[in-house]
Nanobody, 130 residues
Framework: QVHLVESGGGSVQAGGSLRLSCAASGFTFDDSDMGWYRQVSGNECELVSTISPDGDTYYLDAVKGRFSISQDNAQNTVYLEMNSLKFEDTAVYYC????????????????????????WGQGTLVTVAS
């Protein structure tokens, strides 16, 4: 019954901003690692950002300084603020929950991988016009 619902995707001009949201339910949000992947080719997904229950964060080098991940524990929601967007950021973005917090993240995975304790949202499309 884990459920992740992404929203906030859309089309923007290069240099613009978007904020993605992921509404989570069906698990102990405060005890889970949360992250965002994006589809880069075929069914391959690239890890963009993660946040741990204690607020520790990770960012893909290509988005450092431009993207910011945050969470609202009271609302069981994770956000990805994306600024200074580039054409290369165009992708479907997926919210991912890892209920085994602290276990680490793989940088490249098959989108939607069926991995124990890992749950995927349906994705939201971000399109950046150059």
């Amino acid at each position: 019954q884990v459920h992740l619902v992404e929203s906030g995707g859309g089309s923007v001009q290069a240099g613009g901003s978007l904020r993605l949201s992921c509404a989570a339910s069906g698990f102990t949000f405060d005890d889970s690692d949360m992250g965002w992947y994006r589809q880069v080719s075929g069914n391959e997904c690239e890890l963009v950002s993660t946040i741990s229950p204690d607020g520790d964060t990770y960012y893909l080098d290509a988005v450092k300084g431009r993207f910011s991940i945050s969470q609202d524990n009271a609302q069981n929601t994770v956000y990805l603020e994306m600024n200074s967007l580039k054409f290369e950021d165009t992708a479907v973005y997926y919210c991912v929950a890892d209920l085994a917090a602290g276990g680490g993240w793989r940088t490249i995975v098959t989108c939607g991988s069926e991995i124990a304790f890992v749950h995927w949202g349906q994705g939201t499309l971000v399109t950046v016009a150059s």
